[in-house]
């Protein structure tokens, strides 16, 4: 992931006017105004900071000896990493059938042949996240269920974005509890980002959205993220609000990215928020977080094999810097090792 390179909008340089720029080659880029213009706007690739997840990643055979007389207690282990009976199953005929090709013996050689096996089940092609058009502003709608870190992972995105050189815009739009707009105003002044807030208590959620891109455009900003409040999967109404938030933006601009907060200490539960999520929010990818609490990592695998939903970006700690892109090798590595 570290040569990944990602488009955001060239600032212009001093005496320069917006309208008019030139695009970059091989870049061209048109962005309209709030009163139907087009603007023309050159982009340059940027690179987001480098971040490693392996140190919060839980081993899963910490205290369990690896080698080919206990193959079949690896299913075990699987299932109880949450990996699921199909999936553990499906694992472990694989690895002994590479073990018995390769005539892999040792602990090493086994544990290799693990890894591949989850890389090339979790390695999704569009692990990335979409910042790579010439629409802007970026819209990320972050969305999930109450108590998933759901606040505290657009602190650190933004945090990484605006390391990144980002112009970054957040839209408080989780206006049901004041606290929740306290906390993502701390957030945002951590990560160096703007923040849009309601003007009044309980103000529409949508409303607020439409404000931060609105802002967005006005100020230039690359980048606009938007909480929203903790939806119950069970509650229809809930939805139909999310589905408010989502009209109401793309009357000025397209959503990029519909990411999924998702609390890995959670395990299968995960997975059944995740269907809802899939059916009714139109999700783009996961952000995993927790994920140095737990060694039941297997719901990475659950869900991108049932869902077909690419796990993005995971939380591995408590710091606004705990923040990394999933790396399916990286993240195999840490839980066999």
């Known amino acids: 992931m570290a040569g990944l390179l990602f488009w955001k909008k060239k600032q212009p340089a001093e005496g320069a006017s917006g309208p008019g720029v030139e695009s970059t080659a091989n870049q061209p880029a048109a962005q309209a105004t709030l009163d139907g213009t087009v603007e023309r706007v050159e982009s340059e690739a940027v690179q987001l900071p480098r971040r490693n997840l392996a140190r919060g990643v839980r081993s899963l055979f910490s205290k369990v000896k690896f080698n080919p007389d206990n193959l079949d207690d690896l299913e075990d282990i699987l299932i109880q990493g949450d990996f699921g009976v199909l999936a553990a199953g499906n694992i472990v005929f694989e690895v002994k059938k590479r073990a018995k ?127 929203t409040a903790g939806r119950l999967q069970n509650k229809a109404d809930l939805m139909d609000e999310l589905s408010k938030i989502r009209r109401v933006v793309e009357k000025q601009t397209a959503i990029t990215e519909v990411l999924l907060v998702l609390d890995a200490t959670t395990g299968q539960n995960g997975l059944v928020q995740a269907k809802a999520f899939a059916d009714s929010a139109n999700v783009t990818g996961i952000v995993l977080t927790k994920l140095d609490g737990t060694a039941r990592g297997g719901i990475v695998y659950t869900i991108q094999q049932e869902l077909g939903i690419p796990v993005k970006l995971v939380g591995v700690g408590e710091g606004i810097n705990d923040f990394a892109f999933f790396d399916a090798q990286e993240f195999a590595r840490g839980l066999v090792s």
């Open 101 to 227: 090709l390769t005539a892999a013996a040792t602990e090493a050689e086994l544990k290799q042949i693990l890894v591949d096996v989850l890389v090339e089940a979790m390695d999704h092609p569009d692990k990335s996240l979409n910042l790579d058009g010439s629409k802007f502003p970026y819209v990320f709608l972050v969305v999930g269920v109450n108590g998933v870190g759901k606040t505290t992972t657009i602190g650190k995105l933004a945090r990484w974005l605006t390391d990144g050189e980002w112009n970054v815009v957040i839209g408080a739009a989780d206006t049901f509890r004041a606290a929740a707009v306290d906390q993502i105003a701390t957030w945002a002044e951590r990560a160096g980002a703007k923040l849009v807030r309601p003007k009044t208590e309980g103000q529409d959620p949508a409303s607020v959205a439409f404000e931060a891109v609105e802002m967005a455009v006005q100020t230039n900003a690359d980048i606009v993220i938007i909480d």
